[in-house]
């Protein structure tokens, strides 16, 4: 014979049993939705320290897990560097401007999906590169790069590289330059951004759109959804560089133009800046298209009349290193394929190093 407290009814039992299956299909559905945003992820992301939330679905709200070493971690620690409150506010007005409709604007050129970031004035502060809208990623927007890896494989694509990690191979150009304080690659860290320019698949725009709908007609439902809005991207995130031009261009100008003594010694040290940082990370794409060159001519100005002119601002040259996605080889490249540095027909590239950069740490490598 049972007492009370032990006896369970037929119908407590169901109810039980229900509010089991109802909790394990709620831990399903959310495992299922986190798990669809972090399926292409080779690599652990990258994150960096703690930082504060906004509404739901903007990037800094996005609490989902994802995988890192084999664990899962919270990620609501991105888009945040305490230790550069200059790249955490340009980020900032980034995800601000992105909020208000000013969207990124994809970039043509190239193989990959890249965008210019604007703020909320609309003047570009930077380049982003999603990870999966890289030259072999499974978003890339540009169909050329598709082709080629659907029909010829073996003719493209590099075989010392990791694929589609080229927005690590952007930061750690980045980290790179500062460590040796190269001061030639714009800053570059690993961010994560939403945006309806980018190039999602019709799922994602789907569920987007049906959240959004629901969360209007029903804002207590609305409440409960784990993110309203596109899934963010991680990516790299390049501080844009203004007055610069291919340096295809101003090569061709320094043949015709020639550069004086002290602007011709002082592009010298530059460029020996940005052969001490390919040779590091062994850039495997370092085009004349694919670094940037910065000329300001002297100005000039008269004192007097009948007086000789003045210079008021001395010429400056100035190097950016960017599109350092393809470096970091996990081997020496020894296929058919060299991949060369093209600046090593340059006639500066010919000049021994003699300029010694003591301020910088890259004095002791040359």
């Given at each position: 014979m049972t007492s009370d407290a032990e006896e369970i009814s037929p119908v407590a039992a169901a109810a039980a049993a229900a509010g089991v299956v109802d909790e394990r299909i709620r831990s399903l559905s959310t495992a299922s939705e986190a798990s669809e945003d972090s399926a292409t992820a080779l690599l652990p992301d990258v994150t960096f320290g703690p930082t504060n939330h906004t509404g739901?679905?903007?990037?800094?709200?996005?609490?989902?897990s994802q995988p890192l070493l084999g664990a899962r971690h919270e990620v609501d620690d991105f888009n945040h560097w305490p230790d550069d409150p200059h790249f955490t506010d340009l980020v900032r007005q980034a995800e601000t401007s992105i909020e208000t409709g000013i969207y990124p604007e994809r970039i043509y050129q190239g193989s990959s999906g890249s965008y210019f970031v604007k703020n909320s004035s609309g003047k570009v502060i930077a380049v982003y590169k999603p990870k999966d809208e890289?030259?072999?990623?499974?978003?890339?927007?540009?169909?050329?790069?598709?082709l080629?890896?659907?029909?010829?494989p073996c003719c493209f694509g590099r075989s010392c590289l990791v694929p589609n990690q080229g927005y690590l191979s952007e930061?750690?150009?980045?980290?790179?330059?500062?460590?040796?304080?190269?001061?030639?690659?714009?800053?570059?860290?690993?961010?994560?951004?939403?945006?309806?320019?980018?190039?999602?698949?019709?799922?994602d725009r789907e569920k987007s759109r049906a959240k959004k709908m629901v969360s209007e007609r029903f804002p207590k439902v609305g409440r409960h959804f784990h993110r309203i809005g596109l899934p963010p991207k991680v990516g790299s995130f390049q501080v844009f560089v203004e007055g610069y031009k291919d340096a295809d261009y101003w090569l061709r100008r320094f043949e015709a133009e020639p550069l004086g003594e002290t602007t011709s010694k002082q592009f010298q040290l530059q460029f020996e800046r940005l052969v001490i940082l390919d040779y590091i990370i062994r850039?495997?794409?370092?085009?004349?298209?694919?670094?940037?060159?910065?000329?300001?001519?002297?100005?000039l100005a008269e004192e007097g009349e009948g007086e000789d002119w003045s210079m008021v601002k001395p010429p400056e040259v100035r190097v950016a290193a960017i599109d350092n996605g393809l470096a970091f080889p996990f081997k020496h490249p020894d296929?058919?394929?060299?991949?060369?540095?093209?600046?090593?027909?340059?006639?500066?590239?010919?000049?021994?190093?003699?300029?010694?950069?003591?301020?910088?740490?890259?004095?002791?490598?040359?």
């Open positions: 739901m679905g903007s990037p800094r709200s996005n609490r989902e890289e030259p072999y990623g499974r978003l890339n927007p540009k169909w050329t790069k598709w080629h890896k659907v029909c010829c930061a750690g150009a980045s980290l790179v330059d500062q460590k040796l304080q190269l001061n030639v690659v714009p800053k570059t860290r690993v961010v994560k951004l939403a945006s309806e320019t980018f190039n999602y698949t019709r799922i850039n495997t794409d370092r085009g004349n298209d694919n670094w940037l060159i910065k000329y300001e001519k002297p100005e296929s058919w394929r060299a991949y060369p540095y093209h600046w090593a027909w340059l006639p500066w590239a010919k000049i021994p190093f003699q300029h010694r950069d003591k301020g910088t740490g890259a004095a002791s490598l040359v």
